[in-house]
């Protein structure tokens, strides 16, 4: 059934124990929302240098948008600046394909559990619930590293 | 199948929406409960549609040709069937917009420019209600945030009906204008029309009524409504998308100022100023959606055909029988009106901790097309704490066999999250 190419197992696993949820110390936080269908997520980021040391998250949405956001923390925490936006640009590469992109060895070696949302992409209207979360943190992201910028500059 | 007393015979019906036959994600029939978000067109509405552009194609109100003169006559013949449709006691009360969106907003910048007395500025206010949808909150908070007006809304109660247990202290002598909606297109609720038309006459304000999800289901007379402005659109009941309804009185169409300015709307122009057509003109700038308003008539006609009672029955016994078997489904809790009483035919509802997104992509799999969301109504999903809700919405050709299906569907979303 092709319901299945969405709802993968991975996706349902996430959406019912999430991972890193919860909302904790950061340099910067966000609030986003997909006026569509009304999926929020308030996101924050911490960084230690260029190491991303924390995201953490609350929201409420569907199970895609929260899976997305339970993912992105499994794949990001720990990660050098660097590599984390390879990965999301990666995600939003198959996330913008519509179904037309068929994950490889070298994609899923960078998305791991992420790969899963392959599916999602052949549905339009839930393309920007797997999205949120990825847009969220790269929005967060800039904000706190502009933070930081500043701090320099003014030190 | 289930028979119900009252219902229309959809099976003859049925033929008349080609669309209705589609068949979806791999052999599921299409059962199609979005109705309220637009409805589907019958045949005869699609034939008008071609037939205009095939045999009329004109400009209107311009021109000494053929084309151009029959273009008008069909064009104001629309005019003609909007004005039976809904009682107006004149044609020209009826303006011609592009959806029930406009013509809100038209009538709260006819409002913002006013002068005396029907001026909104800082000195007055505004009153709407939390179940509007966003078409009828966004317009006044825009005049509000103008003109320096307060805006003040009626709440809800817990089973989702208005609050108006402060009617005076809301409705006062410094409301302008009090809009709201007839049936709200999330809770399905019939609002109490004359209680607040009473107390908004008492105070000498005007009112404008949000009739987007009457008009489609049941008979609409705006005398009895004893309303000074209706809206509504076309594509909900049955017509094409593009064109909606402004019907306001003649008096206050002669007071009011033009909102958009351009060809059609005006008497003559010369470089310095311009004076202004009589309405319904004065308020339809431009080239209008002519074949639209055709297209409008034509289903005009075709609710005619079958009867506006018939069709409030028709749904009225559905809305009974869809209630009655969502409340067989566990964890289901229905957001608005939990009987059919004083309730249009479009039911929200949550299922448990499931999403509606979820919920609505698991319907779809199984041909059945819902709407899931807030709904353009968000102030009501905050009332009663939940992110968004499912929507089922009937229509004259909905079938008891569809509300089967629903709740078979959603015993297949509730395994398949469980």
Known sequence: MKLDSMYQEVILDHYKNPHGRGLRDGDAEVHHVNPTCGDEITLRVKYDGTTISDVSYEGQGCSISQASASVLNELLVGKELAEAQKIQETFLELMQSKGKIEPDDAMEDVLEDAVAFAGVSKYPARVKCALLSWMAWKDATAQALDGADAERKTA | MTQLPGLLDTEALRKDFPVLDRVVHDGRKLVYLDNAATSQKPRQVLDALSEYYERYNANVHRGVHVLAEEATALYEGARDKVAAFINAPSRDEVIFTKNASESLNLVANMLGWADEPYRVDHETEIVITEMEHHSNIVPWQLLAQRTGAKLKWFGLTDDGRLDLSRIDEIITEKTKIVSFVLVSNILGTVNPVEAIVRRAQEVGALVCVDASQAAPHMPLDVQALQADFVAFTGHKMCGPTGIGVLWGRQELLEDLPPFLGGGEMIETVSMHSSTYAPAPHKFEAGTPPIAQAVGLGAAIDYLDSIGMDRILAHEHALTEYAVKRLAEVPDLRIIGPTTAEDRGAAI???????????????????????????????????????????????????TPAEIDALVEGLEHVRNFFG
Not at chain 2, 376 to 396: E, H, K, M
């Open chain 2, 348 to 398: 929200s509802f949550t299922l448990g901790d499931i999403h509606p997104h979820d919920v609505g992509q698991v319907l779809d799999e199984q041909g059945i097309a819902v709407r899931v969301g807030h709904h353009c109504a968000r102030p009501v999903c905050l009332r009663y704490g939940i992110p968004a809700t499912t929507r089922a919405s009937f229509y004259l050709y909905s």
